[in-house]
């Protein structure tokens, strides 16, 4: 099998669903082919909650990326028996969580993606091969000329104008000779003040793989002890008081549910990535929560032998999976009543479809993004403006990780360090390749600066700014160097990414920071559990 397309965008990350979307927008079909079923990446398939900045609802994101949370919002309305609080409140949170102002299930989210989607996919523009393994990549010269994929023994081969790597981890990059970095870089390769002494590629951010549960106290569901709790049952008890991660304070790990009858939100690591609060419904009579606390795995898979890739991987999945059996029989006290649900997932474990991958290769671009450009004390007024912006970020950087010298994460000792950021064009162009452009966590950003880079939001904007450029490309005739360095054409393209509501400077600068570092502070804040809501408002 043989095609050729304008623009291909490989994997079906968020990023490359909002690219996918951006091209056909611009008027230039494009074709993305993805290796799993689901669409959506860390929105989805990974079962991550949004992750966002506390500005989110009003600005400092794109407007397709609003359309798809105003769309979230909808589903729940439109599909559920919302309680009658919960249908008058506008900013409904369906999870009521406190990591983000919008937790839903993964289903549901992937739902909203098709909608946005489907009309483009009925006009021929967009078209979505799902189920293709990506075999090899050809080049001519500074060209990808070429991708193939396999499918169940058939081949196909795709060549294109543009081609977009939109995967998880860069799986592109090292099949066609595009330069890039993995894992950590040292203060002499970029300066940065949180940059290691020496470089380490295998220096990267721990990896998730979510798994869903609901609780059912009159029943006994303990799973079978996983072959390798003996191995992670220690790691796992860093989630109770006595050694609690410095990210989430004491009380919170006291128990996995605030004590019954309380008027107050006590913030718990079970309603921390609820995705489904079992209150805000008619109908429903368990929670769904993500678990993602205590099941980090901290072995690198970017650049590793297959195997050991494969195996670590599998760890990954059982680590989680211990989680669950240690909360059941193992904590005190201990909640046997908790339930996998693979109906979540449509998995048989109710392990998300793909692990949650924090840090991904990134190309070597013509412009990196340095932790520098936004450190309050280098920039004591404003972070560094770029002209050639082509989006926003918000979020602090959050790197999993101790601080040299300290006993804390990088993300909580830093808190307060660096200015809210834009995305400049020049972090999505490869310092030698033509036709190859980063959507997803991809991008000339370091080990450091990937900490803020790597959100919903963020990721969402990198790939709707990735699309937009093939598309204007393709139409343009112009390479994305030369949209760069032209002031006409990037002037040009700017004003193309503002009519699709694409913002590229802050209305005010702030400190960079997450969801509830900002809220935590803020008395009665209203969480989501809509029966509350008159009490907080």
């Not at 998730?208 to 799973?223: E, F």
Request: proline share 6%.
């Amino acid at each position: 099998m043989e095609k050729h397309v304008p623009v291909l965008i490989v994997g079906g990350s968020f990023g490359g669903v909002s690219a996918a979307l951006s091209c056909a927008k611009s008027g230039v079909h494009c074709c993305l082919v993805a290796q799993g079923d689901w669409l959506g990446g860390q929105a989805t398939a990974q079962g991550v909650p949004l992750d966002e900045h506390p500005w989110i609802e009003h600005y400092g994101c794109t407007r397709s990326y609003r359309e798809f949370r105003n769309r979230v919002r909808a589903y729940y309305r439109r599909n559920y028996r919302l309680t009658r609080e919960a249908l008058d409140d506008p900013t409904l949170n369906p999870g009521a969580c406190w990591v983000s102002a919008l937790g839903y299930e993964p289903k549901a989210g992937l739902a909203v993606l098709w909608e946005m989607l489907q009309p483009y996919v009925s006009a021929g523009m967009i078209e979505i091969l799902r189920g293709w393994s990506i075999c090899s990549a050809e080049t001519d010269h500074d060209r990808v000329r070429c991708v193939s994929f396999e499918k169940e023994a058939v081949s196909m081969v795709v060549s294109a104008e543009y081609v977009l790597d939109a995967t998880e981890t860069g799986e592109l990059l090292p099949l066609t000779g595009t330069e890039y970095r993995v894992g950590a870089e040292s203060v002499a390769q970029t300066g940065e003040p949180l940059a290691l002494p020496e470089a380490d590629p295998m220096r990267q951010q721990p990896l998730t793989h979510l798994i869903a549960v609901s609780y059912d106290p009159g029943n006994d569901h303990t799973i079978e002890k996983p072959d390798q709790y003996d191995e992670f049952r220690f790691s796992i008890q860093g989630i109770l008081p006595s050694d609690a991660v410095d990210m989430l304070a004491q009380h919170r790990m006291r128990t996995l549910f605030p004590p019954a009858g309380t008027r107050k939100y006590i913030t718990t690591i079970w309603n921390f990535r609820r995705c489904l609060c079992a209150g805000n419904f008619h109908g429903i009579p368990m929670d769904i929560t993500m678990l993602m606390n205590g099941n980090e795995f901290d072995q690198p898979v970017l650049d590793v032998p297959e195997e050991k890739r494969i195996q670590r991987l599998e760890q990954a999945k059982a680590l989680s999976r211990s989680l669950v059996y240690y909360l059941q029989h193992d904590m005190e006290p201990a909640f046997p009543g908790i339930c996998v649900r693979p109906d979540v997932f449509d998995t048989t474990d109710g392990l998300a479809q793909e692990p949650y991958i924090r840090e991904s290769r990134r190309i070597e671009g013509v412009f990196t993004v340095l932790e520098q450009h936004f450190r309050i004390d280098c920039h004591p007024d404003a972070p560094l403006l770029y002209p050639d912006s082509v989006g926003l970020g918000g979020y602090r950087i959050d790197i999993h990780e101790r601080r040299q010298g300290s006993s804390q994460s990088i993300t909580t000792s830093m808190h307060g360090a660096h200015w809210t950021q834009q995305i400049p064009l020049g972090a999505l162009i490869p310092v030698r390749m033509e036709n190859i452009l980063p959507a997803c966590k991809n991008l000339a950003v370091t080990h450091v600066t990937n900490g803020a880079f790597r959100l919903h939001p963020v990721e969402w904007n990198i790939g709707e700014a990735a699309g937009s450029l093939a598309g204007f490309c393709v139409r343009r005739q112009v390479s994305p160097r030369a949209v760069r360095a032209d002031d006409v054409l990037l002037t040009d393209f700017q004003d193309q990414l503002r009519r699709a509501g694409v913002e590229l400077e802050w209305p005010s600068y702030s400190f960079a920071r997450s969801y509830f570092s900002h809220v935590e502070k803020l008395d009665g804040w209203y969480f989501g559990e809509a029966w509350r809501r008159k009490e907080s408002l």
